[in-house]
């Protein structure tokens, strides 16, 4: 009788053992099932910023350029076709697996309701608009869906310390992406009926967008650029440097000289642009429309970044304040999906991660 509390004892440790043991298991399971994608989530983002740059900036902006180069205007339209289309078929692929991982990770029901009704129906909506011209409605539609996917997601994400900067920046960005839509309304309102007081207000929503988006934009490349051991790293000056270069490139074009690629420059960097035109000044907004991207393709070479986390910020900058286009308005969703599965798989992400570089360079701690 004497041995029966040591022998209770026992029996309490080894329960406690195996229900931990249960939970450490049913993390690994969950992110077993995440895991894939968001191991993917960076070379998909590399992928989808420079076929979206083709497809959607660069190729449509070489028509007109100069004389005489019809050849590769053709060239320049079938790759950018092709860029365009492949994308559409990565990002639904990707779209519908994170819709299917959210499902069966350990997330919040409404989350999981976003995923199938919102993100599902951004999926439909662009098979169904591939090669057709996307109507007033159904972009507008698209764009609500995607920013609602964006903003729930963005709540969740918060709740894990090491994903609350970029939940800040997703958040943000959906927030400006919903304004801008209503400034586009009152924008065709305002041209449909002609009164002054709706163009205004139009112009007082693109610029309110406009902020916002440029306040994402900083967070975002913040993460992506700044360490902890430095204010500024290389990867922050390199592209701030690049972005500098195309923006007096683009704007020293205006005036009609500067030969092919000052005009090429100067014709992406329109393309660039958000409508309607916010009351901002334009030398910003050509650079910011530059930074965004560029900071995305060399955030994604930087070492010692966690890599699922490095690949949504991209899709973020890279779609920023436009997802009623079809093709940004699935990337959103990829970029949302991912980030909230990121935050909900922290643990077993962060274990799963190589060792930091001597320099201590990466923080692994999700605290931290």
Not at 156 to 184: D, K
Request: with cysteine.
């Amino acid at each position: 009788m004497e041995n029966e509390p040591a022998v209770s004892d026992v029996a309490g440790e080894r329960g406690a053992s195996s229900r931990s043991t249960g939970a450490a298991s049913a993390r690994g399971a969950a992110f077993a099932v995440g895991g894939p994608l968001l191991a993917l989530l960076r070379p998909f983002a590399a992928f989808a910023v420079v076929a979206l740059l083709v497809g959607r900036v660069i190729a449509p902006s070489v028509p007109g350029i100069a004389v005489g180069m019809g050849k590769l205007v053709q060239v320049a339209q079938v790759v950018g076709d092709f860029a365009s289309q492949l994308l559409a078929i990565a990002g639904t692929i990707a779209a519908t697996a994170a819709i299917l991982v959210v499902l069966r990770a350990r997330v919040p029901a409404l989350l999981r309701v976003a995923s199938i009704v919102l993100g599902g129906f951004v999926v439909l909506a662009t098979l169904s608009a591939s090669g057709v011209l996307v109507s007033r409605f159904v972009g507008t539609t698209l764009a609500l869906a995607s920013v609602g996917v964006a903003a729930i997601c963005a709540v969740e994400a918060a709740r894990a310390p090491f994903t609350r900067a970029p939940a800040i920046a997703l958040g943000l960005m959906a927030v400006a992406g919903a304004v801008r839509v209503g400034s586009v309304y009152l924008a065709y309102r305002g041209a449909e009926t002609g009164g002054a007081s709706i163009l205004a207000g139009a112009r007082a929503a693109a610029t309110a967008a406009a902020f916002t988006d440029f306040a994402a934009v900083v967070i975002a490349a913040g993460w992506l650029g700044i360490r902890r051991e430095r204010l500024v790293s290389p990867t922050l000056l390199v592209a701030l440097a690049i972005a500098a270069v195309l923006t007096r490139v683009a704007l020293g074009s205006e005036s009609g000289d500067g030969g092919a690629a000052a005009a090429l420059v100067r014709t992406a960097a329109d393309r660039l642009l958000t409508k309607p035109d916010p009351a901002f000044p334009h030398a910003i907004r050509v650079f910011v429309g530059f930074f965004a991207p560029v900071v995305a393709l060399v955030g994604l070479g930087k070492r010692g970044a966690v890599p699922a986390i490095t690949g949504c910020l991209a899709l973020v900058l890279v779609v920023r304040s436009s997802p009623e286009r079809p093709l940004q308005g699935l990337l959103l969703v990829v970029a949302a999906l991912g980030l909230a599965l990121t935050a909900a798989d922290g643990p077993q992400l962060w274990s799963s991660l190589p060792p930091p570089p001597p320099d201590g360079s990466l923080d692994r701690e999700p605290g931290r």
